[in-house]
Each structure stands twice: as structure tokens, then as C-alpha cells.
């Protein structure tokens, strides 16, 4: 019921919002039953999960166990994975402000993939800008004005942080040669060193979104629609798509800014892995010594009598 009032309510908002940017005029009667709605649905979370959380407590749960059990109960996966990455976002806007990037390990090589979306990222908030600005001037009603201004700025912010996430969160070459590809905080692959089989550069142009996986078990992670490096894995490895589905991949295409660099750290990565599994080679047995031979003592000379 709660989730069948979430999806019924969420699509009515957006439809709203974009009333509300394209400047049609809504009464004001309807905003304010489209205001009691949300209430209502989020009153009616509060009331659904309540009981969840006392179950989960009475279970022996913590309070944030009980919490956690309580908000899966109810929310659909999709919308929690957006909010967790809206969260995830805003807090590598901060890590891009000071210059940090999000958790690299000690002996990891990153190699970054926001070249092909980095000038229509801009160009995005450009619009965003001209577009607040002009609202701003055309929009006389005071209410209607100030909802568009929190939308647009929120959006502006969003965007930032969508890029911020892309140049925060690289892909990483590991020290023990395994890969990790990321897309921001929306998706997180880890394929380990000892199935990586080979690693070549190849400029592809996928179709479809960011993530897209073939029937043959191909996996395109496109960045600005093209990819440029495939990873061939002896074993498919599996992942979490943005909207939470899973799946497995056996061949991975992703975009690398340098791929030659990063098919060469795969390379050298696979060859070090190669190296520490395989046997070590046998040492020669050393001969045993011979037994020492008694030492042969030369018979005494004594002198003769004396003719």
C-alpha cells in the first residue's frame, strides 16, 4: 500500500515541477492538495514502518539495524539507491572543492573517464544559469517564483555533483593488479587480478545508456557513447546496476581518458599476478658430500742396523 502510494504520488510531483518550469499557471488550490498529498504519503511511510521498526527492536536489532530493515521493507530499492546517490554526490562536490579524490589505496593507479562529458557537463549548467535568470524575470507570482528558484538551483547543484562524482571516484588499477571501474557514485565493479586474461585498447560506440550488457555477456560501461579499452576475464564477475538490478559480465568495455596507460597497467598487473602464482622453480638437490677417506699413512723409514 505504501509503495503503491509512493509510485502513484512521485510521477504527479514531477509532472508538476515541470509545469511549474515550462510557466503555466497552476491555481493555487492545486499546489496546495499536491503539498497534502506528499504529506500524506510520507505520514503514511511513518505509519507503515513504525510497526517494522518495534519488530525489529523487540528482534534484538540495533536502532539502526531495526531502521535499515524497516526503510527496505518499504521504500523500492530504485528510490533509495537515487537518494543514497544524490548523498554520494553532494559529498564528492565537498572532496572536489578541496581537491581529494575518494578512497584510493596506497599503490592504486586511477585513470580518469570524464573527457567525453566534461564540456556538455558545462554546458548543462550553463543553460541551468540562463534559465533560472530568465524565470526570474518572467515569473510574477511570488510563490511560484521561489519554488522554481529552490528546483533550478538544486539542479544546478546536482550537475556539479554529478561531474564531481565522475572525477572523484576513477577507475583504479590496483596494486595487486586488480581493476575497479566506477561511474561517480551510480555504479562500482571489481574484477579481481587472477581473472583478468588480456587487456587491449579498442574504440567502440556502444548504443543504449551507461550500462549495457549483451547477450553474449558484455558489459559497456560508455562514457560520452564510446568506450576504449576491453578487458577479457577468464570468469564472469557480477555487479549492481544504478537502479539496483544485477547482473555478470565475462568481457568488460569501458572508457579510459589514456587507455593505453591503463591496458598497460592491466597488463603488467596480470603478468605480476602471474608471477606470484605460479610455482616456484625446483632447486637442484645438492650432491651429499662423499664420506671422508681415512688418510693413507706412508710407512716410517727407520735406519737399518749398521754394517
Given at each position: 500500500?505504501?509503495?503503491?502510494?509512493?509510485?502513484?504520488?512521485?510521477?504527479?510531483?514531477?509532472?508538476?515541477?515541470?509545469?511549474?518550469?515550462?510557466?503555466v499557471r497552476i491555481p493555487g488550490a492545486v499546489l496546495l492538495v499536491a503539498e497534502a498529498l506528499v504529506v500524506g504519503?510520507?505520514?503514511?511511510?511513518?505509519?507503515v514502518m513504525w510497526p517494522l521498526y518495534t519488530a525489529r527492536r523487540r528482534a534484538g536489532e540495533t536502532r539502526r539495524e531495526a531502521g535499515r530493515?524497516?526503510?527496505?521493507?518499504?521504500?523500492?530499492?530504485?528510490?533509495?539507491?537515487?537518494?543514497?546517490?544524490?548523498?554520494?554526490a553532494l559529498h564528492s562536490l565537498g572532496l572536489w572543492v578541496v581537491r581529494r579524490r575518494?578512497?584510493?589505496?596506497?599503490?592504486a593507479r586511477p585513470f580518469s573517464y570524464t573527457e567525453p562529458q566534461t564540456a556538455i557537463m558545462w554546458v548543462f549548467v550553463f543553460v541551468s544559469v540562463v534559465e533560472t535568470v530568465v524565470l526570474a524575470l518572467v515569473i510574477p507570482w511570488p510563490l511560484v517564483h521561489a519554488i522554481l528558484l529552490v528546483v533550478d538551483v538544486y539542479g544546478i547543484v546536482i550537475v556539479l555533483a554529478l561531474q564531481a562524482a565522475c572525477v572523484t571516484r576513477p577507475h583504479l588499477v590496483e596494486a595487486d593488479g586488480s581493476l575497479r571501474l566506477r561511474y561517480g557514485a551510480l555504479?562500482?565493479?571489481?574484477?579481481?587480478?587472477?581473472?583478468?586474461?588480456?587487456a587491449?585498447?579498442?574504440?567502440?560506440?556502444?548504443?543504449g545508456g551507461l550500462v549495457r550488457v549483451g547477450g553474449d555477456g558484455t558489459l559497456d560501461l560508455a562514457v560520452g557513447s564510446q568506450t576504449t579499452v576491453t578487458v577479457k576475464l577468464t570468469e564472469?564477475?557480477?555487479?549492481?546496476?544504478?537502479?539496483?538490478?544485477?547482473?555478470?559480465?565475462?568481457?568488460?568495455?569501458?572508457?579510459?581518458?589514456?587507455?593505453?596507460?591503463a591496458v598497460a597497467a592491466l597488463t603488467k598487473g596480470a603478468q605480476d599476478t602471474e608471477d606470484r602464482t605460479a610455482p616456484s622453480p625446483l632447486t637442484p638437490e645438492r650432491t651429499p658430500p662423499s664420506p671422508l677417506t681415512p688418510e693413507r699413512t706412508a710407512p716410517s723409514s727407520t735406519p737399518g742396523p749398521p754394517g
Open positions: 500500500m505504501a509503495r503503491v502510494a509512493m509510485w502513484a504520488v512521485l510521477p504527479g510531483e514531477v509532472a508538476l515541477a515541470v509545469c511549474l518550469v515550462a510557466g504519503v510520507l505520514a503514511l511511510e511513518a505509519y530493515s524497516a526503510v527496505r521493507a518499504v521504500v523500492p530499492v530504485a528510490v533509495r539507491r537515487l537518494v543514497v546517490h544524490e548523498l554520494r575518494h578512497r584510493i589505496p596506497a599503490g555504479f562500482d565493479l571489481r574484477a579481481p587480478a587472477a581473472v583478468i586474461a588480456a587491449r585498447v579498442e574504440r567502440r560506440f556502444p548504443g564472469p564477475v557480477e555487479f549492481v546496476r544504478p537502479l539496483g538490478r544485477r547482473g555478470s559480465a565475462r568481457t568488460l568495455r569501458f572508457h579510459a581518458d589514456d587507455p593505453r596507460a
